[in-house]
């Protein structure tokens, strides 16, 4: 069985912060940070381990994966390995993304990807069905999808779908 986790970037600088002129720049704040390494510690103490992750090349999505990697690192005896694709960047090309991971799941049992709304919305929906559905992603938010053979459109299983609030962060 191989494990897909898709994650949206932890709480971000405001769009509108003039700090921040170019949006791929724009970094977690650090009160963000601080809240999805709690949830990442928490989910990698419940077994969520990812081998590899692919995250956006943007600022927030790159240290979103850092804290996944670094909570899954702690828990387990290899390090997670992070790859950005610009396959995750705002727009996702879906065919893209799903032919490398289709690839890695050759190797790897479990892959995160880190990316954005509402492309997390529709990756994950269309993951587990058919259409144009979509799954509500709120920041820092984790869905842990599973697939009994390589990961292909509509056969994956939603098996938990957890934001910070709901593990009490």
Known sequence: MMELYIVRHAWAADRDD???P???????????KERFAQVA???AG?????????TSPLVRCVE?????AAAADSVSHTKAEMVELDELRPGSDFDGLLRWTERQARKHQQIAWVGHAPDVNRL???????GDSSIHFAKGAVAALSFD????????ELRWLVTARVLGV
Do not use: N, V, Y
Not at 22 to 32: C, M, Q
Not at 46 to 54: H, L, S, Y
Not at 149 to 156: K, M, Q, T
């Open 18 to 20: 003039p700090q921040w």
């Open 22 to 32: 170019e949006d791929g720049l724009r970094p977690l704040t650090e009160a963000g």
């Open 41 to 43: 510690a928490k989910l």
């Open 46 to 54: 419940r077994g969520m381990k990812p081998e590899i992750i692919a």
């Open 64 to 68: 979103t994966a850092q804290l996944l």
């Open 124 to 130: 994950t929906a269309a993951m587990i069905g058919e």
């Open 149 to 156: 053979a390589l990961p292909a459109l509509g056969l994956g």
